[in-house]
């Protein structure tokens, strides 16, 4: 009786006790959504374009964090290196599509899905080797971001909104909002479209699948970049953001795999469902929960809706 | 009226399996409407029509793949609004598709033993020890396979991978599969399809043969109009969902309103 | 020429269905048991038994777990290294409980507990397909390994939160514990590798294999012969984790003597699944051979450079060790996506034809 009381009635009111707390929750819940959903988009891009799950998204996040930092540390200054940076993700792109995804050009999707994994443990590797170990600084001053907190007065108490994550919220609806137009209304987007459907019937049509996957990853590579800005002035830059990124996973299952809006929805749901349950319910079952509660969100939604909330349900044609 | 048991053997002649007023949607598409007619035991049936006539939606209404939205399907002397795949196997229904469904990553022996998996019984703890009693049921169903390989003449790509045999070989590896479950009614979708004329012969031939042999009874789609007409006993016409003819092959050939489907003239 | 089948005539179904039908196939698995059960304890250092052949069955076990689910029944599954820890944790709680019941009793029963609990976490894919369900294995890992750290039931309260493995033994000679011997420890993990590696043989080459393979090639096609698809998918998620679990508790028990929870976290399981890939999925020898390049490529990277005269740093190791299984995955896809077994079974079709080209 106690333990149903604890689970089902004191959270909330706990939640109705002190709503200035609520508040504070709620809006870390949705910068962290809105984060997470950063991080789903550069899955939903490549995903979208090439029917490809790339693994290595996460670990993109992080190379482009570091690259950006490591240059800085180098006497490069901030815009040069942020600059240089966007370089360095295009040259992956370029990379990636020759090494990886030309020689697999015809495989069955699982396939490439596994061979993002090695191209994962290879950066992991290689960011490692370069960059050291160590958790770095986001240079966000240098960049312009701003710092510190507003502070709203409410319900009887303060709730503090840092600017960094006002900015991360805007910066992060601008990318989505340029991200959907692009794919709805321009040619290039178009293309991208036509190639996730089918890979033979885009050729056949006269794109060229060589220069969409660049522009693809590319994409994915600045969304990771921005990501890694984001959450590196939130934290700091280390490779644990690697296992952050497997978050998204929640997320996409959440919003689907090839929704823009969704990743965003999905995000939101994710980050404040998490930020609740680990305050409020986290203090009952012991510290740590947001390790696993998203993946168990994510499955009791997939239990109810195979096709995750905004994913097209799939008619099998026999 | 005494209730029938699905085991109860059907008399040639009667019908084995009927459908009534089946209706199938898929979201706003309206795939069959009001559809109904019945296949006897032991014979030959063929259902032909119009590209997306909704013929290969029918099969997979009878095999349980569809649930349609209303109608009833009655095997056996089982009344049901809707079949379920295993059911249907379990039921002694067998099935070729238009794209051979075929299991890539094994080969064609394999492929045609799984076909016996509902009739293999011994259980997990005797697959585990495998000598012994698994074994002499694994050599007991070989045998049952090895007659359908020699019906179909195969025996020499018994142990190559499905994936690499050419498209009429596959087309007979899955025939076999089916066979292999000694199934009252057999339904072929589409299984002339691809071949030249030298294979639909064969593929005729066994066909009749299976029909004549085992006494299975068959339903099959074409759209080879000459096979059609000497295969089949009794022929069913489907276009835009819809039945248009049901008769003997000679009646519904002369049926205007089926002329008139396949001509594209408006109705 | 050495490999020629021709003169090995067979006159029954069952010789036909043999799991090895052609003699030399035979021949090398009995030269194989041989020396990995007589020359290698024989004359094999220390440093070989207890660093490279323990670890690399007991890795080659998990990894046969895995490829039945993931390779045969095309499940894939990232809980690996959860299950794994089901298993050690189990195996310790019941030793704890019952010491004087023989180790290895509870070494086979903890790999029952991780076969409930795989089955739990499997419950899902009766809806979820393909790449959906990976992601609840994922919550299957998170989860398990959120508790091997914070419930401190797991590590019978040991502060440190790790355990530590008591002695115990097999007719009077101690296998497990700081007084086991290497020699020793090796035959109880060959004994058990070898004996779970038949019974899997055997499972996957009867109806049981079968059918997990018409699961994976096309599932619609396999429920309409009549397989029923949740019972034979939990039956992939049972055993697979029976042996996962079996695999977890032989690490902590006969290899490393003892475990902190972070053993057993998502690592581990792309750990093993690296291996199952590269080896070759659905194929039993494939996982030994996934299992030896994956986990003998870093003692290489590690012990050979210097005595090039290259040295390097032990972190570098660890860096260019991922750089390179990150890079083979990749050449391995591209180059044979069937992995190593694969490349062995051409290397075979050579050899039946050798010296002639074909």
């Not at chain 3, 440190?160 to 086991?180: C, N, Q």
């Amino acid at each position: 009786m106690d333990t149903l009381y604890k689970i089902f009635i004191d959270p909330f009111m706990q939640m109705g006790a002190a709503p200035d707390l609520l508040v504070q929750t709620l809006w870390e819940g949705l910068v962290a959504g809105v984060l997470y959903a950063l991080i789903a988009l550069g899955f939903v891009l490549i995903f979208k374009a090439s029917g490809i799950f790339n693994f290595a998204q996460g670990i993109m996040v992080v190379f482009a964090a570091l690259t950006l930092v490591g240059l800085y540390e180098h006497g490069v200054p901030a815009y040069v290196a942020l600059g240089l940076t966007i370089a360095v993700m295009f040259g992956l792109a370029v990379a990636v599509e020759r090494l990886m995804l030309r020689p697999l050009v015809n495989q069955p999707d699982i396939i490439l899905f596994m061979a993002t994994f090695g191209l994962t443990y290879f950066l992991i590797g290689f960011g490692e080797l370069v960059f050291g170990g160590e958790p770095k600084i986001m240079i966000a001053e240098q960049l312009g971001l701003p710092r510190g907190a507003i502070d709203i007065k409410m319900a009887g108490g303060f709730v503090a909104l840092q600017k960094i994550d006002i900015a991360a919220a805007i910066i992060a609806s601008i990318m989505v909002t340029a991200l959907a137009l692009f794919f709805q209304k321009t040619r290039i987007g178009r293309a991208l479209r036509a190639v996730a459907d089918s890979h033979k019937a885009a050729l056949s049509v006269g794109i060229s699948l060589e220069q969409i996957w660049v522009i693809v990853w590319f994409a994915a590579g600045l969304v990771a970049l921005t990501t890694g800005i984001m959450w590196g002035a939130r934290s700091q830059v280390s490779f644990a953001l690697e296992i952050i990124a497997l978050k998204a996973l929640p997320v996409l299952i959440l919003g689907g795999f090839t929704s823009i809006p969704g990743a965003i929805i999905g995000g939101v749901i994710i980050g404040v469902g998490e930020k609740l349950g680990e305050f409020y319910w986290g203090p009952l079952l012991g510290s740590g929960i947001e390790s696993w509660l998203a993946y168990v969100i994510a499955l009791i939604f997939l239990l109810f809706r195979p096709q995750g909330l905004f994913g097209e349900r799939l008619i099998e044609r026999i | 009226m005494r209730a029938m048991d699905a085991r109860q053997t059907t008399a040639a002649g009667e019908a084995l399996l009927s459908v009534e007023n089946v209706s199938l949607s898929f979201g706003g598409v309206r795939a069959i409407s009001d559809v109904s007619f019945d296949i006897r035991k032991g014979e030959i049936r063929a259902i032909i029509g119009p590209n997306g006539a909704g013929k290969t939606s029918m099969l997979n209404v009878i095999n349980g793949f569809y649930s349609p939205q209303r109608g009833r399907i009655t095997f056996k002397g089982k009344t049901r609004s809707k079949m379920r795949p295993h059911e249907a196997a379990e039921g002694g229904i067998a099935r070729t598709f238009q794209n051979v469904a075929l299991f890539r990553g094994m080969t064609a022996l394999d492929n045609i033993m799984t076909g016996r998996t509902l009739k293999m019984r011994r259980g997990f703890g005797w697959q585990l020890l495998r000598y012994g009693p698994a074994m002499a049921e694994e050599v007991e169903h070989r045998r049952k396979v090895e007659e359908i390989i020699d019906f179909l003449k195969i025996q020499e790509i018994r142990r190559i991978p499905v994936g690499r045999l050419a498209y009429g070989l596959q087309k007979r590896v899955e025939l076999g599969r089916a066979l292999a479950m000694e199934p009252d009614l057999l339904l072929l979708d589409e299984p002339m399809a691809g071949m030249n004329l030298e294979e639909k012969e064969d593929m005729s031939r066994y066909v009749l043969d299976v029909n004549d042999h085992f006494g299975t009874t068959i339903a099959l789609i074409e759209h080879d109009m000459g096979v059609v007409m000497d295969l089949s006993d009794r022929v069913v016409v489907l276009d835009h969902g819809i039945k248009i003819a049901d008769g003997t092959p000679s009646e519904v050939k002369n049926n205007q309103g089926v002329i008139d489907a396949y001509l594209g003239v408006a109705h | 020429m050495l490999y020629r089948e021709t003169g090995q005539f067979k006159t029954s179904y069952s010789a036909d269905m043999a799991v090895m039908p052609i003699l030399q196939d035979r021949v090398g698995i009995a030269v194989i048991l041989f020396i990995a059960a007589v020359i290698i304890p024989y004359f094999g250092s220390g440093f070989l038994i207890q660093a490279v052949m323990i670890p690399f069955l007991i890795f080659s076990l998990a990894a046969i777990g895995l490829n039945l689910l993931t390779g045969y029944t095309g499940l894939l599954s990232l809980g690996t290294g959860a299950f794994m820890g089901v298993g050690a944790y189990a195996c310790y709680k019941l030793t704890t409980w019952f010491p004087g019941v023989n180790i290895l009793i509870w070494v086979i029963a903890s790999g029952f507990f991780s076969a409930a609990v795989g089955v739990l976490f499997g419950i899902p894919s009766l809806r979820i397909k393909g790449f959906y369900l990976a992601v609840a294995t994922l919550a299957a890992q998170f989860f398990l390994s959120w508790c091997f750290i914070r419930l401190p039931w797991f590590y019978n309260y040991n502060a440190s939160g790790a355990i530590e493995v008591p002695t115990r033994t097999l007719a009077g000679i101690p296998i497990t514990g700081a007084t086991a011997t290497d020699t020793t420890r090796y035959y109880v993990v060959l004994a058990i590798v070898v004996a779970m590696t038949w019974l899997a043989s055997n499972l996957v080459h009867g109806r049981i294999g079968r059918m997990w393979m018409a699961v994976r090639d096309m599932d619609l096609a396999a429920e309409l012969i009549g397989i029923r698809l949740l019972p034979t998918k939990l039956l992939a998620f049972a055993v697979s984790s029976f042996y996962c679990g079996v695999a977890g508790a032989l690490l902590v028990f006969l290899w490393y003597g003892g475990a902190e929870p972070s053993v057993f976290d998502v690592n581990l399981s792309f750990f093993i699944l690296f291996m199952v890939i590269i080896g070759g999925l659905g194929s039993l020898t494939g996982s030994f051979f996934g299992a030896a390049l994956i986990f003998i490529l870093p003692i290489v990277l590690r012990y050979i450079p210097p005595k090039f005269g290259m040295p390097i740093q032990a972190s570098m190791v660890e860096h260019i060790q991922f750089m390179v299984i990150g890079a083979l995955i990749i050449v391995f896809l591209i180059v044979e996506p069937n992995g190593l077994a694969r490349l062995w079974q051409i290397g075979k079709q050579k050899l039946r034809v050798w010296p002639f080209p074909y």
